[in-house]
């Protein structure tokens, strides 16, 4: 009934009060598009991470571990006692996964799963004068390359190379350059056993997850397990799955079929992704408080319609306006400062947007990158609307409440 | 409308301060309006008039004592019907025109009958228009409040106070900041509406000439009618 009638007042009161309507309106605007930038900037950041991690590395790793140590014959026989033994620990499996054949097998028999064995180990890399710490990883590249794409990442080389070399090894990008190390150059691997191996790099590869690059390598699983004298044993079974999302799930029944150790890409990476979430915090703390100051903005303008509006509210309510009318023009007020303010924030934000993803440089962090990998999403644009329309509806809603309560017969009595 | 039933009643009225040391603004006000009677309160300055007024147009509450509106108490009665009831049956005009200064001379007269939904949008404008047109402001319709003149102004607050077509006008000091002349217009218009329309209008005043020219005339002193 009311409804564009109190409206109209509103628009009025804005419209006549130009300067700082557009003040609060920038302090909605910039929250919005401060918002929108930041968050596309971080999770587009994330996503990249995360997709290079799902891409790259196994999304479930079966190692030749075990969370906890055996339970004790003495825990069995008194299972309600309160036990304490001392230099208890998980076992340690020197012949690494036992029956890792009948696993993969077994594994091998679910759908959309991709499974390869490895023997993961260190080594000492040995190439003129330099040495340097890498970890050895012995694979079956006819079955590797359906579990992780060292075969796309490799920038020099074939994976083919490993089975036509005699001993071929393939480098990351970080472990050649920092040794100068070039294609087809001899290195020497020395593994903790003793067994010194003059190997002949046949690839290099670059994954961007600066980890990876500057310390794994790559040999026949065969080798890997003369290097370590390890004839026979496989230590790492690594699996490749068509739903990445079922990791997890699947990570759990693995180690409750098999007992050992198994973690999905979220628990090797939990530590980044604990970041991930620190990080989002730190967002929504910041752009919360832009929005804040625009708060106190909108505040301000409200009240000081309110306070300058004093005869106005007596005259309209004496006239017959309920209160509810009256703190519905203010609250109109906010509203309208609120969703002007966020659609302005939206086409800011959009431009940042554009312009970030314009720019171009190079950056190494935990990946290596050219210019700011970007998120677009619909729904940072819902997120930040809703945080500025409410945050300017509240903002409007206390003075509205006070301009509502006040009494006609004080307004005209004073002012008479 | 019969004149067995007063328009407007006061009975018993009392409206006091609270506080530390109370002060009563008005005390055992007994007072009847009818249709198209024109009324005049007047008294020195402090002696309750305006406070009468208030408590007659519902803005304000009673201490004790009632006020009736066509012949039913309004003591009791919650806020929002109240508003509803000055909105359909009274109109208001005050020392200061109050007009919104943001809005038009026609829009100001709109407000009210925006506000009760009743008329249509284009029916709304007319009756805008047409109440300007009676109060000889056709030609500044379209004009902010800020580029009229005060008579022209305390017009326009009448023409808003006549929108709903009120039973009951109440004014209070309508022509305390007017010229002479203007004081005259407003003053004759008044008259006009209770003689012609058989509206009930009440007028606060301290202008003992422009209150002999009414029906009534009511002196307050200390918040007590005196004859």
Known sequence: MATPLGLAIAARHLSHRRRQTVTSLLGVALGVAFFIAIASMMQGFQQDFVNRIIDSSPHVTIKDEFRTPPRQPVENVYPDAVIQLRG???????????????????????????????????????????????????????????????????????????????????????????????????????????????????????????????????????????????????????????????????????????????????????????????????????????????????????????????????ILKSMGFRDADIRRIFVYEGLMVGSIGVVMGWALGFGLVEFMGSLHFKMEGFVRAEGLVLYKSAKHYVISGAMGLTASTFAAWLPARRASRLKPVDIVRGAA | MTPAIPILEARRLTRELPGPVPVTLVRDIDLTVAAGEFVAITGPSGSGKSSLLYLLGLLDTPSSGDVLVDGLPTVGIPDNPLADLRLSRFGFVFQFHFLLPEFSARDNVEIPMRRLGLLGTGEIRDRAEFLLETLGLAEHAHKLPEQMSGGQRQRVAVARALANDPAIILADEPTGNLDTKSAENVFSLFRQLASDQGRAVVVVTHDTELAARADRRIHLVDGRIVP
């Open chain 1, 88 to 314: 208890l620990k998980p076992r340690d499996e020197v012949r690494g996964l036992r029956g890792a054949r009948a696993i993969i097998a077994a594994l091998e028999q679910l759908p959309g799963l991709k499974v390869a064995p490895t023997l993961a180990g260190n080594a000492l890399l040995r190439y003129g004068p330099k040495d340097s710490s890498v970890n050895v990883i012995g694979i079956v590249p006819d079955k590797e390359r359906l579990v992780t794409k060292l075969e796309k990442d490799l920038i020099a080389g074939k994976l083919e190379g490993l089975y036509t070399a005699a001993n071929g090894i393939i480098l990351g990008e970080g472990v050649a350059q920092k040794a100068g190390i070039g294609m087809d150059d001899l290195v020497t691997v020395v593994s903790p056993e003793g067994v010194v191996l003059r190997m002949k790099v046949v690839g290099i590869f670059r994954s961007g997850l600066t980890v990876t690059d500057n310390f794994d390598t790559y040999m026949l699983m065969k080798k890997a397990q003369v290097l370590q004298n390890r004839p026979n044993v496989i230590n790492r079974v690594r699996i490749r799955m068509d739903d990445v999302e079922q990791a997890q799930p699947l990570a759990r029944k693995i180690e409750a079929r098999f007992g050992y150790r198994t973690e999905s890409w979220q628990e090797q990476s939990s530590n980044v992704l604990g970041i991930f979430v620190i990080q989002n915090v730190i967002m929504y703390s910041t752009v919360g408080a832009i929005l804040i100051v625009a708060c106190f903005g909108i505040f301000n303008v409200i009240s000081t319609v309110v306070f300058e509006k004093t005869k106005d509210i007596g």
